[in-house]
Antibody, heavy 120, light 110 residues
Framework: QITLKESGPTLVKPTQTLTLTCTFS??????????VGWIRQPPGKALEWLAL???????RYSPSLKSRLTITKDTSQNQVVLTMTNMDPVDTATYFC????????????WGQGTLVTVSS | QSVLTQPPSVSAAPGQKVTISCSGS????????VSWYQQLPGTAPKFLIY???KRPSGIPDRFSGSKSGTSATLSITGLQTGDEADYYC???????????FGTGTKVTVL
């Protein structure tokens, strides 16, 4: 059974750096093809794809946010970390991490999400 | 700014059918598989359809997907009140080298 859970601050100030951790179980990011992604959703708005890290450490980023994002993994801890620099109130959103199976591009299991508010 | 366009809302009476379109381009839907997600109010998205039309185990056959050219469609037959949710399409964009989601469609059961 695959589970994922996001953790991190609920409130950050403008210009600060956000660090979110996704802790997962039920699969290994050392297995060929596996990946974990981050997606966010501002209140009342659509899903936005942010970043993805593969089992082989390849990373993919949303072009519009690439300069602010870094995704890393700790295979031994079953964790994926997303950092986003220079936070702004428009970055207020629920942030989800999700599992990408080795067989294709889609997210089959999602975390519950964590709401991050950017405010001074 | 989603690159996949969906209608903001669709509605139908219980037992009826709704279809949700997802329009993209050759760099995304035209050359990659499409997936669909259901998001009930206040919850995380739920995986509904993958590789254009395949259903994960546990997803009823009332939900079906299709793709033609640069557009994809999700159909829900035998509409139930529990189907009221937001629905999103998703795919890979080869030009962006990134995933993309649709603008989202709210399904209302009248």
């Amino acid at each position: 059974q695959i589970t994922l859970k996001e953790s991190g601050p609920t409130l950050v100030k403008p210009t600060q750096t956000l660090t979110l951790t996704c802790t997962f179980s039920g699969f290994s990011l050392s297995t060929s093809g596996e990946g974990v992604g981050w997606i966010r959703q501002p209140p009342g708005k659509a899903l936005e794809w942010l970043a993805l890290i593969y089992w082989d450490n390849n990373e993919r980023y949303s072009p519009s946010l690439k300069s602010r994002l870094t995704i890393t993994k700790d295979t031994s801890q079953n964790q994926v970390v997303l950092t986003m620099t220079n936070m702004d109130p428009v970055d207020t959103a629920t942030y989800f991490c999700a599992h990408r199976p080795g067989s294709g591009w889609y997210f089959d299991y999602w975390g519950q999400g964590t709401l991050v508010t950017v405010s001074s | 700014q989603s690159v996949l366009t969906q209608p903001p809302s669709v509605s139908a009476a219980p037992g009826q059918k709704v279809t949700i379109s997802c329009s993209g381009s050759s760099s995304n839907i035209g050359n990659n598989y499409v997936s669909w997600y259901q998001q009930l109010p206040g919850t995380a998205p739920k995986f509904l359809i993958y590789e254009n039309y395949k259903r994960p185990s546990g997803i009823p056959d009332r939900f079906s997907g299709s793709k033609s050219g640069t557009s994809a469609t999700l159909s829900i037959t035998g509409l139930q009140t529990g189907d009221e949710a937001d629905y999103y399409c998703g795919t890979w964009d080869s030009s962006l080298s990134a995933g993309v989601f649709g603008t989202g469609t709210k399904v209302t059961v009248l």
